[in-house]
Every structure is written in C-alpha cells, then in structure tokens.
C-alpha cells in the first residue's frame, strides 16, 4: 500500500509526518533542528528518500540540510573536513554568495527599499528548495534578497543563476512585508528549460533557456498599492501553481486577486469570483484534476486571519471564478490562525489529500479532496511550509 | 591549547559537547581563533562570521576574561588567559527577544 510522508517546517524546527495511503492514523517524528526556524523542506521527485531543508537563524545565518533516508538522519552538505594533498583541512557549507564576477555574474546594483530609496542587496535566507524532477543532487533555492541558486553537488554548493537577478528589473524590485523573498521555484515537466519564480514584491519571472535569461509575466496584474498598477514590475505576487499535465495553465495568489494564465504567464485574468476575500497565501492543484484548485482566502491588510473568525478552504472545480468552502473539521469560529504562502500541499493518491498548516501550529489533513478535514497534529510551533512525498 | 565556548546551536551542528578545545600556531586572535573552528568545522563556516566579508554575523558576541571583545579589531591578540587556556574564549549569541 503506498505511504504519505508530511514535511513540515515550523518556527522552531522541522517535523515528519507518516501515514500509510488511508491517511487516518499518523507517526509522528522530530522536532528536527529544534530551535532553527525551517523556512522549507522538500523531496526529491528522482529520489523520495533524498529530502532538501533550509534552516535558518537570525543570530547563525543560512544553513542547508540533506537528508539520504527519508528524514530519519541529516547532514549539512561540505559541512564535514576533506584533507587535501597539502594537509589542510577544507570544507564548503551554507554559502550563497552572489555571482558578480565578470565572467557570468551581474553587478550588484541596489532594490528598492519600502519607502523608495535605494537599496543594497544582501543575502539573508533560503526561502524555498526545489529539486530537480530528474536528478537528486540538483536542487534550486529561492533567497532574500530575491536571487535563485542552483546547486548540481547536493547542496555542497550553490551558484547563482544571475540572469534574473541582472536581468534589468531589479532596480525597481521592492521587499513586502516578509522581506524581498524567491518564494516560488516551478520546473516544467514538459520542458527542461522552461521555469517559473515568483519574488515578494517584483512579481513572476520565467526562463526559456534553463536560467540563462528571464523575463517579466506580469500582464494582467493589477496592483493599487504601487505607483503604476499596471506596472511590468513590483506586484506582490503570494504564490503559483501548476499541474504537471499541463505547465502552460499556471494559478496565482496574488497579495490581492486570484488569478489565471493559459499562455505560460504571458497573461493573466482574474478569477478570484466569488470568494469571500482574493487576499491569500497558498494555492494548490488537485493532482487528478487539473481544473480543481484549492485557497485559503485571508483577511488583510495587516489582519491575516480567516475571514470572521472561520477557517475555510475554499475549492474551485473550473479552475476559478466559481468557488465553494470547504468547512468540515476546521474551526468555525474564534479561529485567527495564518495559513503561509508554502504551507499548502497535495498528495498523489486516489482520493487526492490535501493539506495546510497554520501560525498557529496546527496541520490539517483531507483524505477526499477536501471534503472532510482532520487535524494531523495541532501543537507544533507556527507552521511555516509543508510538503507532501506520496510513496510506493 | 586554547578553549572555546561555542553557543547550543552550534554546538548541535558541530556534534560537538562541551567546549571545544584548538592548537593554534603563531598569535592568538580573534581571527586566528575562528579560521581554527572554521577549518575543524566547515558546517560553521557562515554562522558567526559572514562567509565573504568575514566579519562577526550582527547577533553574534565575544567574550573572554569578563570583558567585551564583540568589537575588538580581529588581529588584535586576545587576552593571555585566553591565549594559554586559562579562560575560555566565549562565542555568544545575543540577547534579542524576550
């Protein structure tokens, strides 16, 4: 019978779940890093039992982790010494610098800082991690200040794909409330060489040539709260997501609006309907239906908290426009949680599983595609991703 | 021999107990004292000092003998009692947050 594997990161540290394909009773291990905060972990699609995970810090900086067994032991990649033919001790770990050299890298120019001015770019975390669909040692991460990394070592070392971050835009990015962060890394199945990015708050990027230049696609967006709503750059697009049958049919969650793109993101339209609220963090594909998408709307500005108190998932099986709430098992009142843009995931299996985890510690599991929920756990520290492995 | 005193955290991702313990040739500085724990621990490498500018990371302390080294330039020798393992040379994280 096949397994559910829950990778859960949270504000102090990374917690795995485990269930087989009944979804009804859960081991439970970790925490993990106990103490760090866990802003991603992911699984790699070439080999399930090779899993990514950024811990981060505020006092010790960057850290990746790898684990080779499904979660059960972990190690930083080039953390250990390797003695060269000299006998001096070397090593390499947790360093992203980023590319200014004059063969392939891009100047280091300034952002924008909120109010407008300039300012410098500085690395401060790995925001999100996303394998390689083919190879386990191939691995993206995301960072703030807004760049993409990519590692070919298993994570020992990391180069920056400067293309994007010296595309031309840069100038003009800005951070939003969380910090200029690369949250959003989507390989297209159907071609090696095509990739999405989604930055806080420049917007969605794409790649034809795997990395080597990018583009703005941001057509359609429309944002009131930066100076030209129309602007090819500066909207703080939340999240996107795809089905692997079909990569040019990409879902947005944008800070405001819901929105649509059938052309690989040359443009948007809005389909937001008739939900209670188009602010959100996460959205989600159900892994049959390619038209069936899953949010969690969220009141904002400042707010973040379920609308009236009620924790909802709210489900669309037109892929927008028409939307229904999802309320069975999740609190109906008195509910203030925050659902974060990488805390939302699907399973593989038949029914489709879907789950999110919450600020404030719990995750929340449906075996039928959302039609009943139940908590997996509902303790931990503020749930900061989840990811989903389904396993033979 | 010096000691150092390296704070939980890094401890835990050094797989290391206790202090810690170095050999270091020649004058012993701040500088000195990090390129030791940095080439025994790799994994450090980035968490108390910044990779390129190798400057101490913002949250980071030093202290030694009961004093403030966290701003002391990094060549500058460190105390005797340090240099000959009578006292630790300490590595704290900040107090930030309650």
């Known amino acids: 019978m096949s397994k559910v594997r829950v990778l ?30 866990i802003y991603h972990m992911k699984g790699s699609p070439a080999d399930p039992n090779r899993i990514y995970a950024s811990q981060t810090s505020g006092w010790f900086g960057q850290v990746i982790q790898r684990s080779n067994d499904g979660g059960r032991t972990w190690e930083a990649p080039g953390g250990g010494v390797t003695i060269t033919p000299s006998g001096m001790p070397v090593g390499e770990s947790n360093k992203f610098v980023y590319d200014t050299s004059a063969e392939t890298g891009k100047p280091l120019t300034t952002h924008q800082w909120y109010d407008g001015t300039p ?25 703030e200040d807004a760049a993409l990394f990519r590692s070919s070592d298993g994570g020992k070392s990391w180069q920056e794909l400067s293309g994007l971050r010296g595309h031309g835009t840069g100038p003009s990015w800005h951070p939003g409330a969380g910090g200029m962060c690369l949250h959003t890394v989507l390989l297209d199945p159907s071609n090696s060489r095509r990739m999405y990015i989604a930055i806080s708050a420049a917007g969605a990027f794409r790649t034809d ?19 030209d709503p129309d602007a090819e ?3 703080c697009v939340h999240r996107i997501a795809m089905h692997r ?9 944008k800070h405001w609006d819901v929105m649509r ?25 159900h892994a049959h239906e390619p038209e069936t998408i899953y949010v969690i709307p969220i009141k904002s500005d400042s707010e973040h908290f379920p609308p009236e108190g009620k924790l909802r998932v709210y489900r669309s099986r037109t892929g927008g426009n028409e939307w229904e709430a999802l309320t069975k098992g999740l609190p109906q009142r008195d ?25 404030g510690g719990q995750v929340y599991a449906s075996a039928d595609a959302g039609n009943n929920w139940a908590p997996i756990v509902r303790d931990l520290p503020g749930v900061l991703c989840v990811e989903v492995q389904t396993l033979p | 021999m010096i000691r150092v005193m390296l704070p939980q955290h890094l401890r835990t991702l050094a797989h290391v107990d206790g202090e810690v313990t170095l050999d270091i040739e020649g004058e012993v500085t701040q500088r000195s004292v990090l390129d030791a724990i940095e080439a025994r621990y790799p994994v450090l490498r980035g968490t108390i000092r910044d990779h390129v500018t190798l400057r101490r990371r913002p949250f980071i302390r030093f202290f030694a003998c009961e004093q403030d080294l966290s701003h002391e330039p990094p060549d500058a020798p460190l105390p005797e009692a340090v240099a000959t393992g009578g006292e630790p040379f300490m590595i704290v994280g900040a107090i930030a947050g309650g």
């Open chain 1, 8 to 37: 859960v990161g949270t504000r102090k540290g990374a917690f795995i779940l485990e269930s087989d394909g009944k979804r009804e009773k859960w081991d439970v291990s970790g925490p993990h890093f106990t103490g760090w905060e």
């Open chain 1, 119 to 143: 300012h410098p770019w500085e690395f401060k975390r790995v925001w999100h991690l996303e394998p390689s669909l083919t190879d386990a040692n191939t691995v993206y991460a995301g960072v």
């Open chain 1, 209 to 227: 040539d795997a990395g080597k230049t990018w583009k703005p696609i941001n057509r359609g967006l429309k944002s009131e709260y930066i100076p």
């Open chain 1, 233 to 235: 750059v500066g909207h």
């Open chain 1, 245 to 253: 049958s079909r990569p040019n049919v990409l879902f947005m969650q």
């Open chain 1, 261 to 285: 793109s059938d052309d690989a993101g040359d443009s948007w339209h809005e389909v937001s309907g008739n939900l209670p609220t188009d602010f959100g963090f996460v959205i989600d594909v």
């Open chain 1, 335 to 359: 509910c203030y949680v925050n659902v974060l843009r990488d805390a939302m995931a699907v399973d593989s299996l038949d029914k489709c599983g879907v789950y999110f985890g919450t600020t």
